[in-house]
Nanobody, 126 residues
Framework: QVQLVESGGGLVQAGGSLRLSCAVS????????MGWFRQAPGKEREFVAG????????YYAESVKGRFTISRDNAKNTVYLQMNSLKPEDTAPYYC???????????????????WGQGTQVTVSS
């Protein structure tokens, strides 16, 4: 059974930083691209960042480019999202997801991912 567990969310002031982690079990982590998404109340799920299966390719939403960094540690079966210069509009639950197909590059479409975590809340106060 594939499981994804996010951690690292919390309350931070605008301009602050957080690092999210997502631990994956039940799948050969190193074979799959990973992604981070968020979904604010009343809004659609939004792509934030993705990383390919080798870690060589990364892809970011325009709204977070230059502020967020996605990375992976295959030895720990974990993907990270370093978030700097946080803004109130970054407030949302954040979800990690693992790609549906093996050995793919970073991708933004939610339909390309098949397993999702339960989410970790990020709240940025102004």
């Amino acid at each position: 059974q594939v499981q994804l567990v996010e951690s690292g969310g919390g309350l931070v002031q605008a301009g602050g930083s957080l690092r999210l982690s997502c631990a994956v079990s039940g799948r050969t982590f190193s074979n799959y691209a990973m992604g981070w998404f968020r979904q604010a109340p009343g809004k659609e799920r939004e792509f934030v960042a993705g990383i390919g299966w080798t870690g060589a390719s990364t892809y970011y939403a325009e709204s977070v480019k230059g502020r967020f960094t996605i990375s992976r540690d295959n030895a720990k079966n974990t993907v990270y999202l370093q978030m700097n210069s946080l803004k109130p509009e970054d407030t949302a639950p954040y979800y990690c997801a693992t790609a549906r197909a093996r050995r793919t590059a970073a991708a933004a479409l939610p339909s390309l991912y098949d397993y999702w975590g339960q989410g970790t809340q990020v709240t940025v106060s102004s």
